[in-house]
């Protein structure tokens, strides 16, 4: 099933959509089977990407609900990014803010297409620092995700990831406030 994808501080938002379909939107496959889903896409603003996740689940067969044993259901949820123009490199605005015995590591996808982080390393003091990580990898255009550090420390923090869809290298140093 098709969903347009948004984020918001809370995490992903997934809402029903109609500018992404399957095709065809449902299909039994016997085991050991193979079948063909074409996914089709008509972005609505073709000036920018477009994020949509498709959600494919498997249902159990006829009889199995009731039925003894153990039944493994199993759900893929796959990102679709339908492009607008050509490939731009990953831009993310990163900022530090010191609350408490925290440190909030905040990086803004400032950029027109979707950034998935990975191999993120941060590093204060020469010593890498691990984040209570909430979760890793995309971030929308315009949204952002945050990382808890346990350091209230006012020193410079150094920022190496990766971003997984291009490959680019991402750093960056930062200054804590507040």
Known sequence: MPFDWSQTP??????????????????????????????????????RESEYRLVISQLPGPGESGAAGVHILLQFNIPVFVAAGRPAPPQVAWDAIRTGHHLSVIAQNTGARTVKIQDLRIFQNGQSETPAFRRLGYILPAAAQEWQLDS???????????????????????????
């Open 152 to 178: 209230a420390s006012a020193t410079p923090i150094h920022i190496e990831a990766r971003d997984g869809l291009s490959g680019a290298a991402i750093t960056a140093d930062v200054t804590p406030h507040g």
């Open 10 to 47: 809370d995490g992903d938002r997934l809402t029903p959509g109609n500018t992404l379909f399957a095709s065809p939107p449902f299909a039994t496959i016997a085991p050991g089977a193979r079948q063909t889903v074409r996914v089709l896409a008509t972005p609505t603003d073709r000036s």
